[in-house]
């Protein structure tokens, strides 16, 4: 039986990123991923803040634009545009990144098994298949980063993330509307719960998508906004889950979550790459040293990390980000309680060029709470929004709405 201090099971950039990490530490590390390794089909929006990739330690070479603002649609059709004299985040190609971590893994010394697929696991063990072929693999520490779906999760009697989004997004060939910035579209008519969207990816193309809430018809939506605002021709469909909260826990024996199989996702824009990528380091850093300081046995579970090691990964990575998670999870819910005359007023009552301006300077895609709070500080601005939604029994009224709404249909 072959035997590794680590075994991560998943090649998106951020399980390579996991794997990476892991190596650099000495530990002998094995990746594996069901699918061909080169990330295609892409099922992403790719729009990340240059912080992502930093996080991620990618170089520039995905990056297709810039983007340093935007336009932002209410319900009721007013549209407000953002601009900001910095580059606010990086539209990416994700086939390219993911080619690129992985590259990056091999080069630090990680054995790169792809069409390989976890097909069981417990503490110390994991099963993998290549076609026909099965193989028993002794391990210390498992990093489940399989997506949102986790069967890594399951099989650890771990819970993994319980509240999704539905998302569907089409690449289009654009017909003249590919301008430099990204265009968000609020309220329920273009997605209960979130939001839809169009970023200008290479040239010529756009990727229009929406998220919604479980049960929303989402591909009914999505072809009406097409329909309305994007009539070019559909080059290519996806469609995926989006985590919405974090997994209750994300450690147990001999293994850990990490990225979409642990929720460490931004509840106020759907994106997992920056999170998951700060998440990545840590993982592949207590995995590493946790299970060198382990002798590898073949007898099952017998050098496997145990939790109380692995506890240290859901502490540090709840100290980096789960404040800004647990915050993004309150401001969505609070979102989704608006109504969309609500939404309109609150455009209302932002739509001044000196409150935009703070917006789109102040505004950062990976920590949203600091822009609300600069806004919130400001005695005028409060008060605008707080009228724009009928003043402080309304807000306390949302609130009590938003944390019953707790219970959205799971899926
Ligand atoms: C429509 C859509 C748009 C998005 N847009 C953005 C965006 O613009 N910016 C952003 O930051 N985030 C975005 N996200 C979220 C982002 O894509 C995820 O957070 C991120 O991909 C999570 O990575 P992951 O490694 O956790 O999971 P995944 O990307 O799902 O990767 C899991 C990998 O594990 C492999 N795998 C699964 N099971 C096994 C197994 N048993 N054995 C071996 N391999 C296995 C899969 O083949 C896959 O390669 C979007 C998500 C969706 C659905």
Same mark, same amino acid.
């Given at each position: 039986?072959?035997?590794?201090?680590?075994?991560?099971?998943?090649?998106?950039? *951020?399980?390579?990123?996991?794997?990476?990490?892991?190596?650099?530490?000495?530990?002998?590390?094995?990746?594996?991923?069901?699918?061909?390794?080169?990330?295609?089909?892409?099922?992403?929006?790719? $729009?990340?803040?240059?912080?992502?990739?930093?996080?991620?330690?990618?170089?520039?070479?995905?990056?297709?634009?810039?983007?340093?603002?935007?336009?932002?649609?209410?319900?009721?059709?007013?549209?407000?545009?953002?601009?900001?004299?910095?580059?606010?985040? +990086?539209?990416?190609?994700?086939?390219?990144?993911?080619?690129?971590?992985?590259?990056?893994?091999?080069?630090?010394?990680?054995?790169?098994?792809?069409?390989?697929?976890?097909?069981?696991?417990?503490?110390?063990?994991?099963? *993998?298949?290549?076609?026909?072929?099965?193989?028993?693999?002794?391990?210390?520490? $498992?990093?489940?980063?399989?997506?949102?779906?986790?069967?890594?999760?399951?099989?650890?009697?771990?819970?993994?993330?319980?509240?999704?989004?539905?998302?569907?997004? +089409?690449?289009?060939?654009?017909?003249?509307?590919?301008?430099?910035?990204?265009?968000?579209?609020?309220?329920?008519?273009?997605?209960?719960?979130?939001?839809?969207?169009?970023?200008?990816?290479?040239?010529?193309?756009?990727?229009? %998508?929406?998220?919604?809430?479980?049960?929303?018809?989402?591909?009914?939506?999505?072809?009406?906004?097409?329909?309305?605002?994007?009539?070019?021709?559909?080059?290519?469909?996806?469609?995926?889950?989006?985590?919405?909260?974090?997994?209750?826990?994300?450690?147990?024996?001999?293994?850990?979550?990490?990225?979409?199989?642990?929720?460490?996702?931004?509840?106020?824009?759907?994106?997992?790459?920056?999170?998951? %990528?700060?998440?990545?380091?840590?993982?592949?850093?207590?995995?590493?040293?946790?299970? $060198?300081?382990?002798? *590898?046995?073949?007898?099952?579970?017998?050098?496997?990390?145990?939790?109380?090691?692995?506890?240290?990964?859901?502490?540090?990575?709840?100290?980096?980000?789960?404040?800004?998670?647990?915050?993004?999870?309150?401001?969505?819910?609070?979102?989704?309680?608006?109504?969309?005359?609500? $939404?309109?007023?609150?455009?209302?009552?932002?739509? +001044?060029?000196?409150?935009?301006?703070?917006?789109?300077?102040?505004?950062?895609?990976?920590?949203?709470?600091?822009?609300?709070?600069?806004?919130?500080?400001?005695?005028?601005?409060?008060?605008?929004?707080?009228?724009?939604?009928?003043?402080?029994?309304?807000?306390?009224?949302?609130?009590?709405?938003?944390?019953?709404?707790?219970?959205?249909?799971?899926?």
């Amino acid at each position: 039986m072959s035997g590794y201090d680590v075994v991560v099971v998943g090649g998106s950039p *951020i399980g390579a990123a996991a794997a990476r990490h892991a190596a650099s530490t000495g530990a002998s590390v094995l990746l594996i991923e069901k699918g061909d390794g080169t990330g295609e089909p892409v099922r992403c929006a790719g $729009i990340v803040s240059p912080h992502a990739l930093e996080a991620l330690g990618a170089s520039t070479s995905s990056v297709l634009r810039e983007i340093c603002g935007g336009r932002l649609y209410a319900p009721g059709g007013r549209a407000i545009e953002l601009h900001a004299d910095t580059t606010k985040a +990086v539209v990416i190609d994700r086939g390219v990144l993911t080619r690129e971590l992985i590259s990056a893994a091999t080069a630090a010394g990680v054995v790169v098994r792809i069409h390989t697929q976890a097909v069981a696991a417990r503490k110390g063990l994991i099963t *993998i298949e290549n076609g026909r072929a099965r193989e028993e693999v002794a391990v210390k520490v $498992i990093i489940g980063a399989d997506g949102p779906k986790s069967a890594i999760a399951s099989w650890f009697s771990l819970s993994g993330p319980k509240r999704f989004l539905v998302a569907e997004q +089409v690449v289009i060939a654009a017909e003249g509307r590919v301008g430099d910035g990204v265009e968000i579209f609020f309220g329920k008519d273009f997605a209960p719960g979130f939001f839809a969207w169009a970023i200008p990816a290479e040239e010529g193309r756009l990727r229009v %998508g929406l998220a919604a809430t479980p049960g929303s018809d989402i591909s009914i939506l999505l072809a009406r906004l097409l329909r309305e605002q994007f009539p070019g021709k559909v080059l290519t469909r996806i469609g995926g889950l989006i985590p919405i909260g974090p997994a209750e826990t994300t450690v147990a024996d001999g293994a850990l979550l990490l990225g979409d199989a642990a929720g460490q996702v931004k509840p106020t824009s759907g994106g997992g790459l920056y999170t998951g %990528g700060v998440c990545a380091r840590i993982a592949g850093q207590v995995a590493g040293d946790s299970a $060198i300081g382990n002798a *590898i046995s073949s007898a099952a579970s017998a050098g496997a990390v145990d939790l109380e090691a692995l506890s240290v990964y859901e502490r540090r990575w709840q100290e980096e980000i789960g404040d800004e998670l647990k915050f993004g999870h309150a401001a969505r819910l609070l979102f989704s309680a608006l109504t969309n005359e609500e $939404i309109d007023r609150l455009f209302a009552a932002i739509d +001044v060029p000196e409150t935009l301006g703070m917006i789109a300077q102040n505004g950062d895609i990976d920590y949203p709470s600091r822009l609300i709070d600069s806004v919130l500080t400001q005695k005028k601005i409060r008060t605008r929004l707080l009228s724009a939604i009928g003043g402080w029994s309304r807000a306390q009224d949302l609130i009590r709405i938003a944390f019953a709404s707790e219970g959205e249909t799971p899926i």
